[in-house]
């Protein structure tokens, strides 16, 4: 068989798996383009809504060539191994569990028959793949639910199908998918205590004799550590940590392990067909926003209005291409929206995305102002009084995308338009420009004189005339 350390865990940048399972099974919808849903026992699923058909001997027999099939193809297509799902409702683990599987044949009744199926799947995967390539399984360690398979239930099923000698680990997990909150066991939120059922885990792992996974909530590295150096799990997943940031393993590797985005558990990222992530706009967008930021050709100086997790994603982007970004915040601290949505102690994770945000910016050289509102008037005070700031900015980014935030977008504007009428002016020449607004008139005034008197001006406006609307 092949070397799960090796394959799963090894060094090189190849190591893939994929997770066979079957998309028809009971929880499939019936809207969702697949075969019509097939379960042990027609039992309805109330996350999915399906009324499954009762698996007849000849769906059987198809089936599980099929998993053969679909493992063969993974190995085919140069992966170095599979995980077979059987947990959180997949056809398989509904064979196991008294919930889903009522029958009376043999597939049915006594643990021996409800394991029959998982075991012909497995050993037709065997089969197709041979002994060299990674297979393992996907296992409940207690299903959590009335009437469900119980943490005695599952160490036996485990051991079980680890006994066949043709698994090279277990992966286990906590819960079932049977409703939305059952699900949530499984994937738990922000709030659900980190590394909450590393216990069942370690159950397994006892009883069984080969390595054993675990995932859920194991959002950051010190919860990792714990779990191997407790001896809970072999390796854990940490699959929405990946999500909220790609690159927790280089970074661990480059000694950067403080600047890992941390999951803040929001689980957006399972709420919707597309992986997005709530504190990572790049999850799902990779095509349009890279997750690694490459350098701008010319650095330019950049404005950030508001403090917000947009604001602050603006600045950490733009310093990260090189830019030199002063970020404006009205209030006395960074975080906008976010403050309040932290507030409760459920939510109180959240907080963790303007901490990561506000330590990246720091780290990227941000200049930060709180107590500074970027409207008209503190514009203009800006302006006449900092013009080290006014004028050295070039570009606003408006972390909101809102074109009220203003003062500052006239503001550029227009230090363009005079920036230009004044280098082209020879030294005394007087010159003029059209304003657009009596706003822009009111800043051109204050611009010119900050421009003439920082030197970066040959000339100088003499007069700024309000161009008729
Ligand atoms: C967007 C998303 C998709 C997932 N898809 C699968 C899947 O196809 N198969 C599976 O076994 N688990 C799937 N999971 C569950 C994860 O494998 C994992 O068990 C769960 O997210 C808890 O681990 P975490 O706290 O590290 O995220 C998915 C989770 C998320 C967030
Ligand atoms: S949306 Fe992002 S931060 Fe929230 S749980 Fe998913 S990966 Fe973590």
Known sequence: MGDVRATVGGKGPERQAVTPTWAAARSATSTSGCPPALGPSPVRERAHRSFPKEIEHFDIDRIVKAYGAAARRAREGGLDGIEIAAMAGHLIDQFWSPRTNHRTDEFGGTLENRLRFGHMVLEEVRKEVGDDFVVGMRVPGDEGAAGGLTPA????????MARTGKLDFLSVIYGSGNTDRELADVIPVYGRPLGAHLPVAAAIRKEVGIPVFHAARIADLPTARHAIDGGYADMVGMTRAHIADPHIVAKLLAGQEERIRPCVGATYCASRVETFCLHNPATGREAVIPQLVSPAPTTKRVVVVGGGPAGLEAARVCAARGHHVALLEAADRLGGQMIPAARTPRHAEKAGIIHWL?????????????????????????????DDLALQHEAVVDGRRRVHTVGLQWLVSLTDRLRDTLATASPGERGSTTCHSAVEQVLGHALAACAVHAGQARGHIQSLRLKAQ
Not at 361 to 378: D, I, M, Q, Y
Request: charged share 15%; net charge negative.
């Open 153 to 160: 239930d599952c160490v036996g099923i485990a051991t079980a």
């Open 358 to 386: 506000a330590q990246e910016t720091k780290h990227l050289g941000v200049t930060v102002r709180l107590n500074c509102l970027a409207e008209l008037l503190s514009a203009l005070a800006v302006v006449q009084f900092q």
